[in-house]
């Protein structure tokens, strides 16, 4: 999709002031002349108004910020901005776009491209780097902490930038894994056609919705847990404050309180101590309650020991997570609002997507619990004395989390799988406290406080204290052992008529008349020899063929005209057939997989590249070229 209008004047976006110019917006939605991936493309160039300082200068001030750039070597002002924008298209904290391409236009005019993932976001950050090198020119005081600040945070409210979706995001990129936003659905999609699967976050469309929903019944998970003789809590369900009072009188104080239908710790209250603590906490629980579903909530013991996150995917364990309150240390001058502050402005609490802690959230539940405690926000902690600032250890208000994995016993690592294989959940994790997860749970006091479907997985790839577990990866694993299971077979030409696309359908089906083949041209969209719909979007058709969950093998035309202007939607084929290719057009050979073919017609003369060998010959006078391509499509079957 074009973001921008062509340039139509020698000066296109910059004003009368601005040394630099950038015009001619793009965003491509995968590979393109440019980056085999999906990219934002400009033009670059000076605007002949003001002379520029020396690159020098400009080099020194970018990279007092990223000082690595001072040892690398720009031949031009654009070769600088280029690698600029790709630097801080990370974001600092750590995304994986860093790849970028300058193609020189002459008169110091380039044109550039970045790699990217959320085109506004994109789009932001190449502003951002304009105004700063303007700033640089001018000798002017130029924010770009604060400028960080706001583009991390159009990310985060992408739908690239939670925790969970971004780290699986980025582990299918490292496993070459095809993975695409469906924006209609609001999923991600990994692999292709009858290879895909599609998801939200951990969960997956294999995922039985029947036992994600009944995750988020604690009391019946509560009592399913019981009759398998998995050690649980003692507790009752209750609708009204007076019945929590006689619960809590029956079972005895502490008690812990919750909705029965809730997720990420939300109502959540533990080690209520007295009634006047019990009132809080159900009201804490019935707030968090939708208020379409009747009041239930639960009370239970509530258990000493610490509180442990144990993961599994499908069915196994894979990583266990301790899990703390937020928590600050006294320096005998400073109020706790103070030291709260501090805190979140340190750079573990960035809150990004990468960052191993959120900010320390301050709401009534945090005042509450200081109030049990004789504080308050105003108060002064004397020197090295720690005060944790909540009851329950949730991650999401600025909770600790610290790997347990390594050190977990046998006996609870059978517990966990045992529980996971009772449900058909790619993910589960199960929440437990205990005084030591290195003893056993058959003669310790651990207990199952509550299963969750949808974990979230970043506390264990990235714990703020401990060593990383790849889930991603054990995720994507499960069903991919590598990025060639996501893929199914793509045939990609630059031109084609409906009468050879039919030919080659044919040609296919003779040999697998099971098989579902999508294709795609200028033309039309068909599945085997039915004609679909034609979306006005090239690449919506492309991608439509793509998410078909029975789809074997994909034929596509891409013509120079589609990939100049929004790139292709896929990025690698197994087949290449070019006839008589543009520049542009060759790209497709650019991105063939490895142990590809590749055809290419110049006039009459055949060169053909299979696995690294090439061979080359003249087309007879009355030869077709199907014929060559026909029987080149037979070694891919």
């Known amino acids: 999709m074009v973001l921008d209008h062509d340039r139509t004047a020698i000066r296109s976006n910059a004003r009368k002031t601005d040394i630099f110019d950038i015009f001619h917006f793009r965003y491509y939605i995968g590979s393109n002349p440019y980056l085999n991936t999906a990219a934002y493309g400009f033009d670059f160039a000076l605007s002949g108004d003001v002379t520029p300082l020396p690159i020098e200068t400009y080099v020194m001030a970018v990279s007092d910020r990223y000082l690595h750039l001072r040892e690398e070597s720009y031949p031009s002002y654009a070769h600088l901005f280029a690698r600029t924008v790709a630097e801080v298209s990370q974001l600092e904290m750590g995304l994986h776009l860093n790849r970028w391409s300058l193609k020189s236009l002459g008169d110091e005019q380039a044109r550039i491209a970045i790699q990217s993932l959320h085109a506004r976001t994109s789009h932001a950050v190449i502003y951002c780097v304009w ?14 902490d604060d400028q960080m600040a706001e583009l991390q945070a159009l990310f985060r409210r992408s739908v690239y930038g939670g925790p969970t979706v971004y780290a699986l995001l980025k582990t299918a990129d490292h496993l070459q894994i095809p993975t695409f936003y469906l924006w209609d659905e609001g999923l991600m999609q990994y692999g292709y056609g009858q290879n895909q699967i599609r ?50 009188e029956k079972i005895g104080y502490p008690v812990a309180v919750k909705p029965v239908v809730g997720h990420k710790g939300m ?27 009747p009041i239930r909530v639960i009370v239970e013991q509530s258990i000493t020991g610490k509180d442990y996150r144990l993961l599994c995917v499908d069915g196994r364990f894979v990583a266990a997570t301790e899990r703390r309150p937020a928590s600050v240390i006294g320096d ?83 517990l966990a799988q045992d529980i996971a294989q009772h449900f058909g959940l ?147 084929s197994n087949l290449v057939m070019l006839d008589n290719p543009t520049e542009v057009e060759m790209m497709l050979a650019r991105d063939a997989l490895e142990n590809s073919t590749v055809v290419i017609r110049e006039k009459d003369t055949i060169t053909i590249q299979r696995q690294g060998l090439m061979e080359q010959y003249q087309l007879g006078a009355d030869e077709p070229f199907s014929r060559v391509y026909l029987k080149e499509i037979a070694t891919i079957l």
């Not at 001018?138 to 770009?144: A, K, M, Q, T």
């Not at 006047?276 to 906490?281: H, I, K, N, S």
């Not at 499960?478 to 039919?502: M, Q």
């Open 426 to 572: 790619t993910c589960l994790g199960i929440d437990v406290i205990a005084r030591d997860l290195a003893k056993s749970w058959k003669t310790s006091n651990l207990r199952i406080i509550e299963i969750n479907a949808a974990p979230g997985i970043f506390m264990h790839l990235k714990p703020a204290l401990g060593e990383s577990v790849d889930v991603p990866a054990h995720i994507l694993k499960t069903f991919f052992s590598d990025g060639t299971k996501a893929r199914i077979p793509i045939i990609s030409l630059n031109r084609v008529t409906v009468a050879e696309l039919l030919e080659m359908i044919d040609f296919i089906l003779l040999r697998h008349p099971n098989w579902v083949i999508g294709a795609a041209c200028q033309d039309g969209v068909w599945i085997n020899r039915s004609q679909k719909h034609e979306h006005v979007d090239y690449n919506t058709n492309v991608r439509n063929l793509l998410r078909h969950p029975k789809l074997n093998l994909l034929i596509a035309e891409y013509r120079e005209d589609v990939l100049e202007r929004e790139g292709m939607f896929y990025c690698g």
């Open 267 to 293: 109502g959540v209250t533990a080690d209520v101590q007295n009634m006047d603590a019990l009132e809080r906490a159900y009201e804490q629980a019935v707030e968090a309650i939708d208020p379409e579903e």
């Open 332 to 414: 005998g001058s400073a109020t706790l609002q103070e030291l709260i502050d501090r805190e979140n402005r340190t750079t573990a609490r960035s809150d990004t997507p990468t960052s191993a802690m959120g900010k320390i959230k301050c709401d009534a539940a945090l005042e509450h619990y200081l109030e049990e405690q004789g504080l308050s926000l105003d108060s002064v902690l004397e020197r090295d004395r720690a005060v944790y600032l909540r009851k329950v250890a949730n991650l999401s208000a600025g909770g600790l989390s610290i790997d347990a994995t390594r050190n977990i016993h046998l006996d609870n690592i059978i």
């Open 199 to 248: 998801g939200s976050a951990t969960t997956f469309n294999v995922d039985s919705h029947l036992d994600s929903d009944f995750t988020t019944r604690k009391d019946d998970c509560k009592a399913f847990l019981k009759t398998l003789g998995f050690p649980v809590p003692k507790g009752e369900i209750v609708q009204r404050l007076s019945e929590a009072m006689a619960v809590a």
């Open 131 to 144: 105004d700063w090198f303007e700033a640089i020119s001018r000798n002017e005081v130029f924010s770009i």
